[in-house]
């Protein structure tokens, strides 16, 4: 039932977030803050398509070790039995952070006072948290990227919104006739608005200025993709993966006559992102 980051004992812990902590933003920053030494992340995990930081990706965010929880196991438990759950796995506990709004047990039934059952355990219950009037949630961020509002998603993360693809073969357009691309595929990340973004590529532990294409390619073959492009020349060893941060949203998709007019619209594109990073 329990899984976890790195190999540790749980009877070490003596204090845990519990949550789903998709996106790693900065409210759940400020939730583990109030973590001790010894604290950990309790993640509630459930199966879903499209999150912002999938499964173990939710660990490169935080010092604590991770465990975590599947919401299939759980969610018929009574909050009688989460809690005896809870004090049978960490024996050492002495604090328990959640959110104003954490849900726990059968049909939602149990609130954070309810936790208060533990003896000898705080819990710290954190208020919800906003950015001048907007408040800080993983849906929240989801509706930003989902209407090209990069700069917004990204101030309430705390970070450039980045997903993590597979390199794989596309059609050989781009380098022998448009601009060289690295096709990418990705499972699991939730995926902007479709349209042509600033980004930077991770390759390699190594930060490149890029531009990133999502969605149909209308003008050849009107199939899905994620294509980014480096802007600055370089010869890349093989690589099977990579990273794209998205920094700002350039243009949306839309179809060309023939493949003169989109080169002519991508060379706009590159100029306009080399501009942005002062190439």
Do not use: W
């Not at 693809?165 to 939730?190: H, S």
Request: glycine residues 6%.
């Amino acid at each position: 039932m329990l899984k976890s980051s790195i190999t540790f004992k749980n009877k070490d812990i003596d204090s845990i977030a519990i949550g789903g902590f998709d996106g790693m933003h900065k409210a759940h920053l400020h939730l583990l803050s109030h973590l001790d030494k010894n604290g950990a992340l309790l993640i509630v995990q459930k199966e879903s398509a499209f999150s912002l930081t999938p499964k173990e990706r939710r660990c490169g965010y935080t010092k604590h070790p991770c465990i975590f929880l599947e919401f299939e196991k759980i969610k018929e438990m009574s909050v009688e039995d989460f809690i005896l759950f809870i004090k049978k796995n960490f024996p050492s506990l002495k604090k328990i952070v959640v959110g104003y709004d954490f849900r726990f047990a059968k049909n939602r039934s149990g609130k954070p006072d309810d936790l208060k059952m533990l003896e000898n355990v705080e819990v710290v219950v954190v208020d919800e948290q906003k950015i001048g009037k907007i408040p800080i949630h993983a849906g929240t961020i989801k509706e930003f990227l989902k209407n090209a509002n990069i700069e917004a998603a990204n101030k309430l993360l705390g970070r450039e919104y980045a997903i993590t693809a597979r390199v794989i073969k596309g059609q050989g357009l781009g380098r022998k006739k448009l601009f060289a691309t690295f096709n990418l595929d990705t499972d699991n990340f939730f995926i902007p608005k479709e349209g042509v973004y600033i980004t930077f590529a991770t390759i390699n532990e190594r930060r490149y200025p890029s531009l990133t294409f999502i969605g149909n390619r209308l003008s050849t073959d009107s199939k899905f993709s994620i294509e980014t492009h480096i802007l600055e020349e370089e010869a890349f060893d093989e690589t099977f993966e990579l990273s794209v941060s998205f920094l700002s949203y350039l243009r949306e998709n839309r179809k060309f006559e023939n493949l003169d007019d989109l080169k002519e619209e991508i060379s706009k594109d590159i100029q306009k992102a080399k501009e942005y990073f002062k190439l």
